[in-house]
């Protein structure tokens, strides 16, 4: 779905403390830009922000960054995450940050200095045509992305309601040399607990389509 152009949403998220203008200044220094030693999550197309609102609101103990590509979501994402700690009685939002930053080019803005623990990627565009394939959050080719900042022992989240996304998703974990700790093809039965649901997760469980689920850990 094409979203409308909103002109007020880039102003909005350029008046907030927690969105980065700027994100390849901070380059092999986000642990230094968050003020602590405590790891670092990272969302990677997280849309209107319910689900990173919720983690990074509830742990404070963690650090999260958040992108996505337009500011119309990104302002969504923004409100979402300033609700979110308002509820929880949390006065400082400081654990959290919102970057607008194209995923296929997210070695800019991240590198092997900043030892991200683990990245989740939720209800992605599964790309179906072949010709497209290499655009999937998951391909191989940004999976090896992805290796050149994640820690030893790192870890990718990933929920999809997509079959053959799913499927063939595995098979690009598994060639990019990701162990899969976890897997369960319908994620609401399963025995994982601590899930949170996404805006798409909700959408797809009400019309009965089940949520596919994995952990994959880099050794």
């Known amino acids: 779905m094409r979203l409308r152009r909103k002109p007020w949403a880039r102003p909005e998220l350029e008046k907030s403390d927690f969105f980065i203008t700027k994100p390849y200044e901070y380059k092999g220094k986000w642990q230094e830009f968050f003020g602590n030693n405590n790891p670092i999550y990272l969302e990677l197309g997280c849309g209107k922000g319910t689900f990173i609102a919720v983690h990074s609101a509830e742990n404070e103990d963690k650090n999260y960054i958040a992108i996505d590509i337009k500011d119309e979501v990104l302002v969504l994402a923004k409100r979402n ?73 790192g870890e990718i989240y990933f929920k999809t309601d997509d079959d053959n996304l799913f499927e063939e998703s595995l098979e690009y974990f598994k060639e990019s040399g990701f162990n899969i700790e976890y897997i369960t093809y319908d994620l609401h039965n399963s025995n994982f607990k601590g899930n949170v649901e996404t805006e798409h997760e909700r959408m797809f469980t009400n019309i009965g389509i089940k949520t596919k689920f994995l952990i994959a850990k880099i050794y």
């Open 81 to 153: 995450i300033e609700k979110k700690f308002n509820e929880e009685g949390r006065s400082s939002i400081n654990n959290v940050k919102l970057m607008a930053q194209e995923i296929s080019l997210i070695n800019d803005v991240l590198g092997d200095e900043d030892k991200i623990h683990r990245i989740y990627i939720n209800f992605c565009n599964p790309w179906p045509k072949d010709r497209h394939k290499k655009r999937r959050l998951t391909h191989i080719r940004q999976l090896e992305n992805y290796k050149k900042f994640l820690i030893n022992h």
